[in-house]
């Protein structure tokens, strides 16, 4: 047991001026008090630092880490570095947490557990134009299928906001975030958290607030380095799902679905963010994507609900290039 706070809220922050004031100010308004909160400021340009330190002024528990931008991964281990508590969480900057957040997390798992990972829920809050609507999402480890198994895996082991770990475990096994990665960051640390056999409890608290909105991101883009990303998502995935489950053939099923959820990502991409590329080009794109090792799907995808996803599935399935070139051509042409 740690001498020191309960949880080491780990903030990498970048460019957020927008946002950083009600992320900080949903910590302050915990129920339970034994937390400290890790600003690491990697190289913010805007009023980003300047909003922090009023809010350092106002609380000890608060404390900024200036470093020279290096992205995600290595702001995380930056902080990490200067926690304390008994459980890590990092916390996105442009998020916000329900004030029990926290204690429900904690008081949802028995004491006598001791896990070293506590995977809750979350809420995503979709900011669209002026519209604004909130979806509830919970873990369902109760696995009946391979669709089951592929969401959970996607929706709730593939993040690192919706986890507490605990600290000892990830400096005991040196587990830190591979420097300069990025996408798959948090699925490839978990797929290195795995190898340690570690004690996961599932919580259905729901009170980490997740921001989707139409702000440009790194996924909003196309480049040639997301086959490969890709490639190396469906690799940790395989180590992940095997960890979670023992059956083969199902986790292949499980995979199957990933891997058609990210050619559809990928082509979606392509057409998407890349206007200036010629047409013929596009489908020699996807001709690759489609003979990529860890991409290519031998079986047809079970489990797909839409009329619009079946017939997708059954052309990547069958790789039917030009098809698929056609499909999504149309589509960006509406």
């Known amino acids: 047991m740690s001498n020191g706070p309960l949880i080491s809220i780990v903030m990498p922050m970048y460019n957020v001026e927008t946002f950083i004031g009600q992320a900080i100010e949903s910590i302050l308004s915990q129920s339970i008090s034994e937390w400290e909160l890790i600003i690491v400021n990697d190289g913010s340009k805007d009023s980003s630092l300047d909003i922090a330190k009023r809010y350092v002024s106002k609380d000890c528990r608060i404390r900024i880490l200036n470093k020279q931008n290096g992205g995600l991964s290595d702001a995380r281990n930056y902080g990490l570095e200067a926690t304390e508590g008994q459980y890590v969480h990092f ?4 998020d916000w947490v329900s004030s029990d957040f926290y204690e429900q997390m904690l008081d949802s798992i028995p004491p006598q557990s001791d896990p070293d990972i506590i995977i809750g829920g979350y809420v995503v809050e979709t900011f669209d134009n002026k519209k604004h609507w909130s979806t509830e999402r919970r873990p369902n480890t109760d696995i009946q299928d391979p669709k089951e ?16 770990f605990k600290r000892e475990f990830l400096i005991e096994h040196k587990l830190t975030y591979e420097k300069g990665l990025k996408l798959i960051e948090d699925c490839e640390f978990m797929s290195r958290v795995v190898d340690y056999n570690p004690k996961i409890k599932y919580s259905q608290a729901i009170g980490y607030h997740y921001r989707n909105d139409n702000r440009p991101t790194l996924s909003k883009f196309f480049d040639n380095s997301l086959i490969e990303l890709s490639e190396r998502r469906i690799k940790s995935s395989r180590k992940i799902l095997s960890f979670i489950h023992t059956q083969k053939s199902f986790i292949e099923q499980s995979l199957n679905i990933v891997r058609i959820n990210t050619i ?4 979606h991409s392509l057409f998407a963010f890349t206007h200036n590329i010629p047409i013929w080009k596009k489908y020699e794109t996807i001709k690759r994507i489609l003979g990529t090792t ?5 079986k047809q995808v079970n489990g797909l609900t839409s009329v619009s996803d079946r017939i997708t599935s059954l052309l990547i399935t069958h790789r ?6 056609i499909l999504y051509f149309a589509k960006e042409r509406k």
Request: without cysteine.
């Open 91 to 94: 916390f996105d900057s442009d």
């Open 149 to 164: 198994l592929s969401n959970l895996l996607s929706g709730f082991l593939n993040f690192a906001w919706n986890k507490l």
């Open 264 to 267: 559809r990502f990928l082509i």
């Open 294 to 298: 860890e991409l290519k799907i031998t």
């Open 320 to 325: 039917a290039t030009l098809l698929l070139t």
